[in-house]
C-alpha cells in the first residue's frame, strides 16, 4: 500500500528494511519512516480503539497534535505513532480501553 512514484515527488527513494512487531506479527517496515505509516503500508488502518464507543481510529492530523494514532510502543502507553520513528525490533499493539 506504499505510493512508490508519486505524480510530483518522484519515486521512492531506497531505504534500508527494519522489522517490527505489531501484535506478535512481523512488519517489515522502511528505517526512518514514522510507525503508523509502516503499519498503514501493512493494511493495518486501527490503531486504538476509543474508551466510551469502542470504535477503531486511525491516522487523522499526522503531526502529533491529535490522540488518534496513539498506540502501546515497546510497552509505553500513549505513544504518538505518527511522529515515533520505526526501529529494528520495536513491539506496538493497539491501545484499548484499558490504558
Known amino acids: ?49 476509543t474508551r466510551r464507543r469502542h470504535e477503531p481510529r486511525g491516522i487523522f492530523c499526522a503531526l502529533g497534535r491529535c490522540t488518534d494514532c496513539v498506540m502501546v510502543v515497546d510497552g509505553v502507553p500513549n505513544t504518538r ?8 525490533g520495536m513491539q506496538v499493539r493497539r491501545q484499548g480501553v484499558r490504558e
Open 1 to 49: 500500500m506504499r505510493v512508490a512514484e508519486h505524480p510530483v515527488l518522484g519515486p521512492l527513494p531506497p531505504a534500508s528494511r527494519v522489522t517490527i512487531y505489531f501484535e506478535g506479527r512481523a512488519i517489515e517496515a522502511r528505517a526512518g519512516e514514522p510507525v503508523a505509516a509502516a503499519l498503514l503500508a501493512a493494511g493495518i488502518k486501527a490503531l486504538r480503539i
Open 81 to 88: 505513532t505518527c511522529v515515533t520513528l520505526v526501529r529494528h
